[in-house]
């Protein structure tokens, strides 16, 4: 990252013998000792100059570190004379403080490095151009990569590049690596973690395609984005709760057309018609009360949910299960009980002497007028005998059977609603052959 | 036909997506893609060798627009002349129609002619009829222009455009542009609730359990 060029100023942690950057004071000073150990004879008189910039350098960590390491050793002097006596436990202070403020100032560090990756990666992923070609120099242009003539070994794993084992960039930072230490990004991940609203295409893809399109990183950067990936998904799951209650929602966005349907089926029984029979109706009933037992575990569950009880949540979860039985019990189990067998039977006779009548009324009517016309029969009775001599050839018996086989599939699959359409054309297309019929006769 | 019952099942009131229910009928000359269409828009499909079409066909389809959700009952006919004298029971009650035809083949723009002819003088005066210039993926053998027929659907105040069945060109597009033309009044065509709305109403049991607490 400490990038070798001329024109940069170089700011941080710098080792003066190597100019690695090295994050923080302390570090800076294990390396110094550790790595520069022989040339430090050579560069004792530096060493002053560096002790000095040091004092400068320290970040606050340090030097609170250094304080309340001198404040506690003051209160061990105090506490010292104690020691003959019979010993309570010492007294104890609270690292917090300290731990916040070294982890707040890594957490820092972080945030701000994922935040500069994640704008490289946006102009990378937004404007990246199809061409291959062109892709190499427009990862380029956004990122610098580092040049790499003077590094003979890989960063990462410290073997020698060679013609096998040639030289990668990091497309987040630009550095340098082997391929076996590099990592790689899926194009359509790295959109989502850009713009977390977009859809997330799920297709995976193998790793040889992945190795072709995806961006190439370090292990660094991959890491730093990957988390950043992390958080970001833990945001946006659902929670156990949540599923149920969405599955709790949607079971009773399926009851409410279901109850209404079942109502309208049970008043056209209620009224003689014969466009549902009363087993749709109690396959309708049925399919309810399988809605209502899904709603009823789903809001149990809700409510048997672990929570601190007291809190808003443990009311939610109360107030949902409530909601939910009292919609049950009201909405679900309070349905219209069905007529019986018989009581239906006695509707439809009703309803036919009814029609009969009115047929005999107009017939009469049309005998008064003088016209004899035997054959207005009611819509009910298209006779067996007219269907067998000429059948699958008029197109309209040929419709009647294609509806009569659409209203068994749908009944099948309890959608009524068109078995209701279906048998109104039915009858449609009766009368339409009934009226045929007639005007056909001399 | 569907009468509305939903209102006694939701005594809070809440706003509910209004459901409207048409039923809307496909004519044309054989083998023009009508069925094509219909199976592109009902299932996403489309086959190559679609078999011809005996009678009529019966589909369902429910498209979301923002404030209502219209719910297609299908009636898609045989084209073959056999079965003319069904399609008048069929356009008689719609409120809408797509009349079909071939851009590669000019008798059945003819033929489309006609249908509109009859169903401007048979069917409901307030029928929304859409002209669909079928296998625009066909572009090189085209028969009638594109100006053509456009001019011919102003005319007559047509909705108008040419559609793909196999590459799903403008198929969506036509039944959505019928589905904004149509009203969508209660009395607008049998609606009724009984469809449901499929959207999740923010607020509904918040709303249920205040009131019954």
Redesign the interface.
């Known amino acids: 990252m400490a990038a070798a060029n001329e024109d940069e100023i170089l700011e941080g942690f710098l080792c003066p013998i190597c100019k690695a950057d090295l994050k923080s004071a302390s570090q800076l000073t294990s390396h110094f000792e550790s790595l520069h150990q022989e040339e430090q004879d050579v560069l004792k008189s530096l060493k002053d100059i560096f002790g000095k910039a040091k004092k400068i350098i320290l970040n606050n960590d340090d030097t609170d570190l250094k304080e309340a390491f001198d404040k506690a050793l003051k209160f061990n002097y105090q506490e010292e004379a104690y020691y003959s006596q019979e010993q309570v436990v010492g007294v104890s202070r609270s690292s917090m403080d300290y731990f916040k403020a070294v982890r707040s100032a890594r957490l820092e560090r972080y945030a701000t490095e994922t935040n500069k990756l994640l704008i490289r990666l946006d102009k990378l992923v937004c404007n990246m151009p199809t061409e291959p070609n062109q892709r190499k120099q427009f990862e380029q242009q956004i990122v610098p990569w580092l040049d790499g003539s003077s590094v003979k070994l890989c960063p990462n794993c410290a073997k020698a590049f060679n013609i096998t084992r040639r030289k990668h960039h990091c497309r987040l930072c630009g550095s340098i690596l082997c391929h076996d230490c590099s990592l790689f990004l899926d194009l359509n991940i790295a959109r989502a973690i850009v713009d977390p609203s977009a859809p997330i295409s799920t297709e995976e893809q193998d790793q040889e395609s992945l190795e072709k399109n995806g961006l190439r990183l370090c292990e660094h950067c991959y890491n730093l984005v990957e988390l950043r990936k992390q958080v970001q998904d833990s945001r946006n799951a659902k929670t156990v709760v949540m599923t149920a209650y969405e599955q709790m929602?949607?079971l009773m966005?399926?009851a409410?057309?279901?109850?209404?349907?079942y109502?309208?089926m049970c008043q056209s029984l209620f009224d003689g018609e014969t466009t549902y029979n009363l087993s749709d109706v109690n396959a309708m009933r049925g399919r309810i009360g399988k809605l209502a037992e899904g709603i009823d575990l789903l809001s149990k569950q809700i409510a048997a949910h672990p929570v601190t009880p007291g809190t808003r949540q443990a009311r939610l979860h109360s107030?949902?299960r409530?909601?939910a039985a009292?919609?049950i019990k009201e909405?679900l189990l309070s349905l219209r009980k069905l007529p019986t067998e018989a009581q239906i039977e006695d509707v439809r006779r009703q309803r036919y002497e009814r029609a009969e009548r009115q047929i005999q009324l107009e017939r009469r009517r049309l005998e008064a007028e003088g016209l004899r016309a035997n054959e207005t029969a009611s819509s009910s009775g298209v006779s067996v005998a007219e269907r067998v001599h000429d059948d699958d050839d008029d197109?309209?018996l040929?419709?009647m059977n294609?509806?009569r086989g659409?209203i068994k599939e749908a009944r099948k699959e309890l959608r009524f609603?068109?078995v209701?359409?279906?048998e109104?054309?039915l009858k449609?297309?009766k009368k339409?052959y009934q009226f045929q019929k007639l005007s056909n006769k001399p | 036909m569907a009468t509305n019952r939903t209102g006694a099942q939701r005594p809070n009131g809440a706003p509910q997506t209004k459901v409207c229910q048409f039923k809307l009928v496909l004519l044309g000359e054989s083998a023009v893609g009508k069925s094509s269409l219909v199976l592109r828009f009902v299932k996403g499909q489309f086959h190559e060798y679609q078999e011809s079409t005996i009678g009529a066909a019966f589909l369902t389809q429910t498209v979301c627009l923002d404030d209502t959700t219209v719910k297609f009952e299908i009636w898609d006919t045989a084209g073959q002349e056999r079965y003319h004298s069904l399609a008048p029971m069929y356009y008689r009650g719609a409120q809408a129609a797509i009349v079909v035809y071939d851009i590669t083949n000019q008798d059945t723009f003819g033929r489309a002619k006609n249908w509109v002819k009859e169903l401007q003088r048979q069917a409901s005066p307030s029928i929304v009829i859409a002209l669909a210039g079928n296998k625009s993926d066909l572009a090189a053998k085209r028969m009638v222009e594109f100006e053509e027929a456009q001019a011919y659907a102003d005319e007559n105040g047509l909705l108008f455009m040419e559609t793909s069945a196999k590459t799903a060109m403008n198929v969506n597009d036509i039944f959505l542009a019928i589905a904004n033309k149509l009203p969508k009044s209660e009395s607008g065509g049998g609606a009724g609730g009984a469809g449901g709305a499929r959207r999740l109403q923010d607020g509904d049991t918040p709303r249920a359990s205040t009131c019954c607490k």
């Open positions: 929602r949607s966005e399926q409410r057309p279901a109850v209404a349907m109502e309208k107030a949902i409530q909601a009292h919609y909405d197109p309209l040929e419709q294609i509806i659409y609603e068109e209701a359409i279906l109104a054309n449609e297309l339409e």
